[in-house]
């Protein structure tokens, strides 16, 4: 089966490497312009560049969410060829009328394409769409060394808000917490660095023991005493952190429950 990548940008890039790797062909590489689509095809080491919306017997349309209804209805793709999208909150409908149709979106950054790509096996990949679609994506995802996961298309808005959480939102966290160290005179240059080893013991017991077992800290021991005291000096010293805090704290309790 030959992959065509529609909208080679990091994604793209990312998947069609991968592709190539597990023995697919990749046919078009699409971008707007002849040298982004060029130097895409050079990252993922085949396929045709080029700026013509053509596809292949799977079509993987890696373009910007808000483009996937223009992209579709223009796009050529050979008889009983699947399509694709990877956008996380948006199921196979994006796609309509276009059938077999489906959507694929791996749980992993690809803010750095070949990172990501040594970084890929076992990603868990969200896959919904038509019967025919789902099938072929399924057989994709383990062909490049995922695992697929069946998200209903009519909550995909909830399986990303999942994602999002669990990923943008840790790096928001970790900005709040690397200001809480300013507050508390550690100098910007080590607030991060001392802060990772305690994120990736996190990660690691979350990986090891899971939910709930993974928790630990004040809330997790009881210490009633300790959060008060967190909270009378984020009152006094960094306000505005105040109530995230509290909130966070309310839903931690539940963990510990």
Known sequence: MDVAIVGAGQTGRALGLLARR????????????????????????????????????????????????????????PEGGVTAHACGSLGAEALRPRRPAGAIHPLRSFADPARAVELFPGTACAVDGDGEAVEVLDRFVRAIGGTPLRVRSDRKALYHAAAVVACNYLVTLEREAVALMEAAGVPRGLALPALLPLVRGTVHNLEAVGLPQALTGPIARGDAATVARHVCALRERAPGMLELYRQLGRRTIAVGL
């Open 22 to 77: 597990a023995g697919y062909a990749i046919g078009p590489v699409v971008c707007r312009t002849a040298e982004r689509a060029e130097a895409a095809a050079r990252f993922i080491g085949g396929g045709r560049p080029t700026t013509r919306l053509e596809g292949a017997a799977l079509t993987l349309v890696t373009v910007p969410d808000g483009a996937i209804a223009e992209v579709a209805r223009g796009l050529a793709v």
